[in-house]
């Protein structure tokens, strides 16, 4: 989108003009799932004694000391374009401090966000010099979307896991315990993606050049040779499996991924693209953070379901339509029975609720 809309704030970048939001809370454009997986991963016994006892053990210095000792800081000096693009996301975003961005020699396309306390971005010198401008503001933009969501913090501990994890193996609790931790990481962290693209979405405001970006990560050399409408097609194609056991070996294709599949993301993102939501933002209409209330963990949960559910009822894939058959009758029997102990315990269940929510603010 080049032209602004009547009444929004606007940033002059080269050629054109890009909407600002002012105070834009995160879950303006994170996705349920995102916040669903999360919630559900913390609820798993253990997870807040892992965590603690690994970020305790090493602060982010460390991160932060290797990035200085083994990458380029950007700057005005250092890799200028760069180092616009960078203030001009967090701008938009309205995250201050603006995060540092490192540039790491790495033939392979890749960035993430890193940090606890301040978290910083690294890209490597594959995706700088694969992306065009525009597609390179949506991956900036994308990391920004972590930084300003708070995904960096448990991406960081995510490392640090898979890290020690090998080192435990010799300790069967320890170790197992680690690694359901791990999982549970990997699985929100794969939906927080989604989340990032909608920031770097917002950023640009352009989606064809997040899908030029996604085209590119996929597998193109030039942009020119490839026919978005048969790209998006694919993911289309991935989707309408012819069976079951299709539909299981595809689940497979998931372990131990933390980025979703490029071609089934970037269809998701053009989906949100085209949806109410995003023209809504857009227009101003977003959450501020000083007005958005915190969300129980039971919402978190329940939004996840919902989205999970829609996605499902709409899916061609064989699998999901039994999984939403039997998702519906296990809801229906699930709603009766929580009518049932409401009638008799409502006091109660209004108390649970709360220390839900409780339970989320001690851990947040």
């Given at each position: 989108?080049?032209?602004?809309?009547?009444?929004?704030?606007?940033?002059?970048?080269?050629?054109?003009?890009?909407?600002?939001f002012?105070e834009?809370?995160?879950?303006?454009?994170?996705?349920?799932?995102?916040?669903?997986?999360?919630?559900?991963?913390?609820?798993?016994?253990?997870?807040?004694?892992?965590?603690?006892?690994?970020?305790?053990?090493?602060?982010?210095?460390?991160?932060?000391?290797?990035?200085?000792?083994?990458?380029?800081?950007?700057?005005?000096?250092?890799?200028?374009?760069?180092?616009?693009?960078?203030?001009?996301?967090?701008?938009?975003?309205?995250?201050?401090?603006?995060?540092?961005?490192?540039?790491?020699?790495?033939?392979?396309?890749?960035?993430?966000?890193?940090?606890?306390?301040?978290?910083?971005?690294?890209?490597?010198?594959?995706?700088?010099?694969?992306?065009?401008?525009e597609?390179?503001?949506?991956?900036?933009?994308?990391?920004?979307?972590?930084?300003?969501?708070?995904h960096?913090?448990?991406?960081?501990?995510?490392?640090?896991?898979?890290?020690?994890?090998?080192?435990?193996?010799?300790m069967?609790?320890?170790?197992?315990?680690?690694?359901?931790?791990?999982?549970?990481?990997?699985?929100?962290?794969?939906?927080?993606?989604?989340?990032?693209?909608?920031?770097?979405?917002?950023?640009?405001?352009?989606?064809?050049?997040?899908?030029?970006?996604?085209?590119?990560?996929?597998?193109?050399?030039?942009?020119?040779?490839?026919?978005?409408?048969?790209?998006?097609?694919?993911?289309?194609?991935?989707?309408?499996?012819?069976?079951?056991?299709?539909?299981?070996?595809?689940?497979?294709?998931?372990?131990?991924?933390?980025?979703?599949?490029?071609?089934?993301?970037?269809?998701?993102?053009?989906?949100?693209?085209?949806?109410?939501?995003?023209?809504?933002?857009?227009?101003?209409?977003?959450?501020?953070?000083?007005?958005d209330?915190?969300?129980?963990?039971?919402?978190?949960?329940?939004?996840?379901?919902?989205?999970?559910?829609?996605?499902?009822?709409?899916?061609?894939?064989?699998?999901?339509?039994v999984?939403?058959?039997?998702?519906?009758?296990?809801?229906?029997?699930?709603s009766?029975?929580?009518?049932?102990?409401?009638?008799?315990?409502?006091?109660?269940?209004?108390?649970?609720?709360?220390?839900?929510?409780g339970?989320?603010?001690?851990?947040?």
């Open positions: 989108m080049s032209d602004s809309e009547p009444g929004n704030e606007v940033l002059a970048v080269e050629g054109r003009s890009l909407i600002r002012p834009i809370s995160p879950r303006a454009y994170e996705h349920p799932a995102d916040r669903g997986a999360l919630a559900t991963a913390r609820a798993l016994p253990g997870f807040d004694q892992v965590l603690k006892a690994i970020s305790g053990a090493v602060g982010e210095r460390s991160e932060r000391l290797l990035a200085l000792a083994s990458s380029v800081r950007v700057s005005e000096r250092q890799y200028p374009k760069l180092d616009r693009l960078r203030r001009e996301c967090a701008e938009i975003l309205d995250l201050d401090p603006v995060p540092d961005v490192f540039v790491q020699r790495d033939p392979r396309p890749n960035a993430y966000t890193v940090g606890m306390d301040q978290p910083f971005v690294v890209l490597t010198t594959g995706l700088v010099e694969l992306l065009d401008d597609a390179l503001r949506f991956a900036v933009g994308h990391e920004m979307g972590h930084a300003l969501s708070g960096a913090l448990y991406y960081t501990l995510l490392r640090r896991l898979v890290q020690m994890v090998t080192g435990l193996s010799w069967p609790v320890g170790y197992w315990g680690m690694r359901a931790v791990i999982a549970a990481l990997t699985d929100w962290y794969r939906r927080a993606e989604l989340s990032a693209d909608r920031a770097g979405l917002l950023c640009v405001q352009d989606p064809g050049a997040a899908l030029r970006a996604h085209v590119l990560l996929s597998g193109a050399s030039h942009v020119d040779e490839i026919d978005t409408a048969a790209f998006l097609q694919q993911a289309a194609e991935y989707d309408a499996v012819e069976s079951v056991w299709d539909s299981v070996l595809k689940l497979g294709h998931l372990d131990g991924l933390v980025h979703p599949l490029p071609v089934v993301r970037a269809a998701d993102l053009q989906r949100w693209a085209a949806g109410e939501q995003y023209r809504a933002i857009l227009a101003g209409d977003y959450p501020r953070r000083g007005e209330p915190t969300a129980t963990w039971t919402q978190d949960v329940k939004d996840a379901a919902r989205s999970y559910k829609d996605a499902l009822a709409t899916s061609a894939d064989p699998l999901a339509k999984l939403n058959e039997v998702g519906e009758t296990l809801s229906d029997a699930a009766k029975v929580w009518q049932r102990f409401n009638g008799r315990n409502g006091e109660n269940g209004g108390q649970r609720d709360g220390e839900d929510a339970r989320r603010d001690s851990k947040e």
